[in-house]
Nanobody, 121 residues
Framework: VQLVESGGGSVQTGGSLRLSCAPS????????MAWFRQSPGKEREGVAAIRRDDLTAYTDSVKGRFTISQDNAKNTVYLQMNNVEPGDTAIYYCAASRSTWVILDPYQYDYWGQGTQVTVS
């Protein structure tokens, strides 16, 4: 199983980015998927999660700004990031869980990508 993130980069405050996660070796329709982020000196934080029935969950700091979605036909999960803030600067990781819950606990996730850097200035 391999999860490959893309779409990171540098963006100005108030701008937008869309991250993509394209797994190989698993189908996003069979897993709960999530985005986590980690910045230097901080613990990994759950950002958004989506269950196979499209139920979603978000951490409070991104509600109303970020949207997680998945395209089963493309086997891809997205994180649309709007109105970004400097506090969103981090490495963003895609993760997959066999759990049927939609949760933001990193210990519940079985597979991880290598991460993509997002920098907001």
């Amino acid at each position: 199983v391999q999860l490959v993130e893309s779409g990171g980069g540098s963006v100005q405050t108030g701008g937008s980015l869309r991250l993509s996660c394209a797994p190989s070796g698993l189908s996003v329709s069979d897993f709960s998927m999530a985005w986590f982020r980690q910045s230097p000196g901080k613990e990994r934080e759950g950002v958004a999660a989506i269950r196979r029935d499209d139920l979603t969950a978000y951490t409070d700091s991104v509600k109303g700004r970020f949207t997680i979605s998945q395209d089963n036909a493309k086997n891809t999960v997205y994180l649309q990031m709007n109105n970004v803030e400097p506090g969103d600067t981090a490495i963003y990781y895609c993760a997959a869980s066999r759990s049927t819950w939609v949760i933001l606990d990193p210990y519940q996730y079985d597979y991880w990508g290598q991460g993509t850097q997002v920098t907001v200035s």
